[in-house]
């Protein structure tokens, strides 16, 4: 039986470009199941697609092949990535897409997609998702190839730039990364296998902070607190109520997260964890 296939995009559903890649999908492994993850990626965001993708492959069985596809249009020349994270399959184009993904697993590996190698030469001024990611994607999902087929291994994908944000031993200079549809704002900050820090506050560009931590959005007493969320990203979340509407917080926003004093690191030790953990190519 074939393993399902996911697609994430910033297509829109407002038009026929998304309903295409099911289609070509379907021409590549006939019978499939394609199931939609999101195609409403914020038009060319990259950190979000990369975070959506992170928080929702955990959730399918092992042996899902997920596309995603973001940022690249007609004509674009990005190379292609795949990469197996801890039994999941991830197709996209090495432009930080699946950084987070990456970052959260435990047994990895990854290569540089060589379409020559494929004998898939994309169309001069095709859409690489319709002509190569997805095409890949089913193959893979139908067991037509493997990810050792598809071209050489790579130390890891390309990494989101702000990956190991920027800070000292007792707090990080992050940014909101996504607001979603309860209104919380969903910081640039993540939780690994490798590093688990504690937070105590986050304080906002006009100098609000945010002091509580609780352990679900339940738990949060009154007003809005510090939560991490099931992709291990931290948010700032209220009980009921939209934090970043009641706080005027948007994507982007700065927030620095200070943390507790046993679990501060210094800038060059997350940039050294950062650079083991995503490889040399930045």
């Not at 990080?172 to 937070?199: E, F, N, Q």
């Amino acid at each position: 039986m074939a393993a399902a296939l996911t697609l994430l995009t910033d297509f829109g559903t407002s038009d026929g470009y998304a309903g295409a890649l099911v289609g070509r999908a379907w021409r590549a492994s006939p019978g499939l199941q394609v199931v939609t993850l999101t195609h409403d990626v914020p038009l060319g965001n990259v950190p979000a697609g990369a975070y959506w993708l992170a928080a929702t492959v955990p959730a399918f069985p092992p042996g899902t092949v997920h596309c995603a596809i973001v940022g690249p249009r007609a004509g674009s020349d990005r190379p292609l990535v795949a990469a197996e994270v801890d039994r999941q399959l991830l197709v996209a184009p090495d432009n930080g897409l699946l950084c987070h993904a990456w970052l959260r697993g435990t047994q990895r590996r990854a290569v540089r997609i060589d379409t020559a190698r494929l004998r898939m030469p994309p169309r001069p001024g095709g859409p690489p998702g319709l002509d190569l990611i997805v095409p890949i994607g089913a193959r893979l999902a139908g067991g037509e190839l493997r990810l050792e087929d598809l071209g050489p291994q790579v130390a890891a994908p390309m990494a989101l730039p702000g990956v190991g944000d920027r800070g000292d031993a007792l707090g990080t200079d992050a940014r909101v990364l996504v607001v979603d549809h309860c209104g919380s704002a969903v910081l640039s900050v993540t939780r690994t296998p490798w590093y688990d820090p504690v937070p105590v506050a986050a304080t906002l560009e006009d100098g609000r902070r945010i002091e509580c931590l609780a352990q679900s959005h339940a738990a949060i007493p009154r007003g809005f607190a510090l939560v991490w969320n099931a992709a291990d990203h931290l948010e700032i979340a209220g009980n009921g109520v939209s934090a970043a509407a009641a706080l005027g917080l948007r994507v982007g926003d700065p927030v620095r997260v200070d943390w507790a004093a046993s679990e501060g690191r210094s800038e060059p030790d997350v940039r050294r964890w950062v650079a083991a953990s995503l490889g040399a190519r930045r």
